[in-house]
């Protein structure tokens, strides 16, 4: 079990446009690691859905999400298709998790991904699968939440949650 530390925001490793997994041979490592520390981040905060490698220092093309029941594994993923359709959400990352960030994303997106074998799939995404992945992809390209967000659209976990009561 390996449960690595997250970045935070300020660190310039997250600005990093990561690169594609030629190596499949080091994939499960980096997989085995991702699922450690979201486990691990989850059991401490309470939430958690995705996370991908750079955001562990690991600047490759991964993703590792547990939504829902289901686990996804992508490498190397590149959207084939997004919608022009777009909904608004309030947005939290691991990299900053006491800050949300009000922005817009794509209502379904279409993913084609390699797998830990290098076979490729396709994943099609709608509503908070959607969301989720979009996030994911923006960390894969060194783009961060806040940086699609107005510049008023922030507001801190425990704000946020006081607003919701």
């Given amino acids: 079990m390996a449960i690595r530390r997250i970045l935070q925001l300020g660190d310039p490793l997250l600005r990093t446009i990561s690169a594609p997994v030629a190596d499949f041979a080091a994939a499960p490592s980096v997989l085995s690691d991702l699922a450690d ?3 691990e981040f989850r059991r401490a905060h309470g939430f958690g ?3 991908s490698a750079i955001q562990i220092g ?7 999400l547990r939504f ?5 594994e992508l490498i190397n993923p590149v959207y084939t298709t997004q919608s022009a359709e777009m ?3 309030w947005d939290d990352c691991f990299s900053f998790p006491n800050l949300l ?17 290098g076979r490729f799939h ?19 390209d060194g783009i961060l939440a806040v940086d699609r967000a107005p510049s008023s659209a922030l507001a801190t976990r425990e704000e946020w949650l006081r607003q919701r009561k």
């Fill in 87 to 89: 909904f608004e959400l």
């Fill in 101 to 117: 960030v009000w922005l817009q994303r794509h209502r379904s997106v279409t993913l084609r991904y390699q797998d830990r074998h």
């Fill in 49 to 51: 859905r995705g996370i």
């Fill in 122 to 140: 396709e994943l099609s995404a709608e509503g908070s699968l959607a969301e989720l992945v979009q996030h994911e992809m923006d960390h894969l």
């Fill in 58 to 64: 690991a600047p490759v093309r991964i993703i590792y």
């Fill in 37 to 39: 520390t979201l486990g």
């Fill in 68 to 72: 829902e029941d289901t686990v996804y």
